[in-house]
């Protein structure tokens, strides 16, 4: 067979090849591939031959434990919260339903002692305005109230109160009662501030009619406080403490005693920040969790508060300690709630999925039984009256809203919310507003939903250019109707006002 006759492209490419082939023979390249390939067989051949015996462990040392998720043990996800995390809780928590399951970090002698303001500020101006600005207004309400501090107030002396000139009714710790025009609900620039770092988990107003203070507590520790109506003088009126070294899961404040605000955490201490001391005290501490803390109302010697695996305690300022625990829940409590119109009535929301109205002259302490038992298919992150009483608002992860009332609570509907907040957002928890209308609750749309009673469903949602994160937890101000505190997980609050 004749040979094939080669292009000139062929003829080329073949004496490029003898070429690269000559050098590379100049280099001795394949030699000393030839000669690197032969040591590294020898090596995998001594390597493989070649055997330690491992030294043996004492016994006593403690085994290595691998960790697995869920999934790789074959095991379903936890279901009791949402996504399977543990609801707004950091620390670990046991099958074990006594309560002392629930344990927090071990406190330093330093965090079991008071301290003093100035220890605890880490803002960067000084907080004298701030001291002073609440010194002032305190001493305004307490001479407001004289005797009546104590004792609460009557229906005749309430009567008396409401027909006093409405400058002089103001300090009197009698929540305004008002409809309120939902298009009038605005949101300015100026009225918002990042008031603390990181996530918030708890916000309340100053319940003055005199200033607009808001109160934050956030997942570090921290307590800030902003007084919205600061003078350029005072700068931007924020100011920044660290009592705590979890997140703050309560605040409380008395409103005829404005100079004593009280703070719970997860690390299991409840403080009291006195500013005419000028120091965070140490009320109360314990080896578990505390969820949250609450006052019933026109009772100054009482603090309710949560802790641990559905325990309800009652701290008394006249003993300085707890005298009442009681187990009310099979898991923790979220939060707790007074009537207004009968403060003996309770409620609870907790995270064994029910919410529980209870008669506190009526608590067996062996077997509690309550009033009304609402049920959930999940967790509920808070139960709320209404501000005639008549009424209860709970929220669960269940992407229910409940709204519960009549004579004996027996009028139950649920409404359909999106509540899933995930694991980095604290999760929604619907408020009252001024009163029995409406209910504010935050959207993951970045808006604020308005729940209407009466029609029991989602009327309105308020929106703003301003908002740029999830408002998740909220405050009605007690005695300026259409003024509404958001909080965000960023640090942030917007404060909504009727226009």
């Given amino acids: 067979m004749a040979p094939q ?3 000139e492209y062929e003829r080329q490419r ?7 082939g000559e050098m590379l023979a100049s280099f001795k390249i394949h030699s000393k591939v030839n000669e690197l390939s032969a040591a590294t067989k020898r090596q995998r051949v001594q390597n493989k031959s070649y055997k330690v015996s491992p030294a043996k462990k004492p016994k006593t040392e403690t085994p290595i434990v691998i960790r697995r998720s869920l999934r790789t043990r074959g095991m379903p996800p936890d279901s009791s919260t949402a996504g399977g995390l543990k609801d707004d809780f950091d620390f670990k928590e046991t099958p074990n339903k006594t309560l002392k399951s629930q344990t927090t970090p071990k406190k330093s002698s330093r965090e079991l002692g008071p301290l003093s303001m100035k220890d605890a500020y880490r803002g ?19 001479l407001c109230y004289g005797d009546n501090l104590v004792k609460g107030i009557d229906e005749g002396s309430r009567d008396w109160i409401m027909g006093l000139p409405e400058n002089e009714k103001l300090g009197y710790p009698i929540r305004v009662s008002s409809s309120i025009d939902l298009e009038s609900l605005e949101l300015e620039e100026e009225s918002i501030a990042r008031v603390v770092p990181g996530r918030i988990f708890s916000v309340r107003f100053f319940p003055s009619a005199d200033m607009k203070m808001v109160v934050v507590g956030n997942k ?16 931007d009126g ?10 703050v899961s309560g605040i409380a404040i008395q409103p005829f005693s404005l100079s004593k605000m009280f703070t719970s955490c997860y690390d299991g201490f409840i403080r009291l920040m006195d500013v005419e001391k000028e120091k965070f005290d140490l009320l109360y501490s314990c080896d578990n969790a505390i969820f949250s803390i609450s006052h019933q109302p026109n009772d100054v010697n009482s603090l309710y508060f949560s802790e641990g695996h559905g325990g309800l305690g009652i701290w008394d300022a006249r003993a300085g300690k707890s005298l009442t625990l009681w187990n009310l829940h099979e898991k923790k ?27 506190l002259r009526n608590i067996d302490a062996d077997k509690p039984k309550p009033l009304k038992t609402i049920g959930h298919k999940r967790s509920v992150q808070s139960a709320y009256f209404s501000p005639s009483g008549s009424s209860l608002a709970t929220t669960s992860f269940d992407d229910k809203v409940g709204l519960i ?8 509907s649920m409404i359909y919310h999106n509540n899933q907040t995930g694991r980095w957002i604290s999760s929604f928890r619907a408020i009252w507003g001024w009163d029995d209308s409406y209910i504010y609750i935050g959207s993951m749309k970045r808006g604020v939903d308005v729940i209407s009673a009466a029609q029991r469903n989602i009327v309105a949602t308020l929106e703003s250019p301003h908002v740029s994160a999830i408002q998740c937890r909220f405050d009605a101000h007690p005695y300026k109707v259409g003024m509404l505190a958001g909080a965000t ?9 009727s226009c």
């Fill in 220 to 235: 570090f520790g921290d307590v800030g406080l902003w007084n919205v109506d600061s003078s350029e003088e005072d700068g």
């Fill in 5 to 7: 006759k080669l292009t």
């Fill in 405 to 412: 009332s009549g004579a004996n609570y027996e009028d139950i």
């Fill in 333 to 359: 409590i979220n939060t707790t709630d007074f009537n207004p119109e009968n403060t003996n009535i309770m409620a609870t929301s907790s995270s064994d999925g029910t919410a529980c109205i209870w008669d």
């Fill in 489 to 497: 997980s960023g640090g942030q609050v917007y404060v909504w006002s």
């Fill in 14 to 20: 073949l004496e490029n090849i003898k070429r690269n």
């Fill in 238 to 247: 924020i100011y920044l403490y660290s009592p705590h070294s979890g997140p």
């Fill in 124 to 142: 960067t101006t000084s907080d004298r305005t701030l001291i002073e600005t609440i010194l002032g207004v305190s001493k305004k309400s307490q």
